[in-house]
């Protein structure tokens, strides 16, 4: 056996996290085998990661290959081939095969061409669009798919009753951040987002058990949101945190746990994605609290639409075009 093989079998998304805790990549099976890979990559063991690479490189080959084959082309034994399926809450060899099939018969049968996302120095702003579009609308749908809707559940009815929701974000998740505090506030829910890590702490500090804290990273490892987030819940705030992988830092200090599924490669790592991904979750959240207080909402958004429907130009507060002198 190699030496890098050797290797404890990673804990589930949050386990320290007592029992408020939930994850949906543990909860619930993804549609594609390949989400849950991606999404668990970064825990697994140096050679497992190499038996990763091999089946996310080409799953359609790994469905037609045997276990040996496998390993040699992963350089590693059949016993980690094995021992990676396990990991990634698959029983064995043969169902990973199964499962492999059955995701690239469906996503042949959703798309006869997969334009990838790696975009090379020769490609033309043509190819660019397709290639960023067709990543965008997967991250989307992956998202979707994997999305645990029980924890989804969970945080929305904490968001409709908190006291004050703090949401944490820095670099590219700090714009989500703000989107998910700009949309609770116009529904009359008090919220803040927050992206200085002198003030997300001092923030997170005041926080009580009737409060909640959301923590937004891509990689789960953004020290200064996982810091956040351990101090809100610190002070008794419940915690929860939105990332693509949930076997990373930031699972380990949320209550609840919500993912996404964006492929980041080339020119779009952490930033591009990620970020329709995120604000896929985001919009879900936002439409699920505004729906447990619907006559409040509406009348909320309808006066926020009204008070800055006066700084449009040329249309009125209703959004329609305001008539010209001269018009009937």
Known sequence: MLADEQSAE???????????????????????????????????????????KVVLDNPAAVARNSITEVAEAAGTSETTVTRFCKAIGVGGYPELRIALAADTARSEARSDRDLGGDIGP?????????????????AVEETAQQLDVAVLERVVNLLATAGRVDVYGVGASAFVAADLQQKLHRIGRISFS???????????????????????????????????????????????ALTNFPRSPI???ADLVLTTAARETTFRSGAMASRIA???????LFIGVAQQHMATSMRALDATREAVGTHRLGVRADGRRKPKEGDR
């Open 10 to 52: 990673p804990a589930p998304a949050g386990q320290q996290s007592g029992p408020a805790n939930g994850s949906p990549m543990e909860a619930q099976q993804p549609t594609s085998p390949l989400v849950r890979i991606r999404s668990l990559l970064p825990g697994l063991a140096r050679a497992e990661q190499r038996v990763a």
């Open 122 to 138: 020769d490609d033309d702003l043509r190819q660019i669009v397709g290639k960023v579009s067709f990543a965008d609308v997967h």
């Open 194 to 240: 927050w992206s200085d890590t002198h003030i997300m702490l001092t923030s997170a500090a005041v926080l009580g058990s009737n409060d909640v804290a959301v923590g937004i990273s891509h990689t789960g490892a953004t020290a200064d949101t996982v810091e956040a987030l351990r101090v809100a819940r610190e002070h008794g705030a419940t915690t929860v």
């Open 251 to 253: 699972a380990e200090v």
């Open 278 to 284: 995120q604000l896929t979750v985001i919009d879900c």
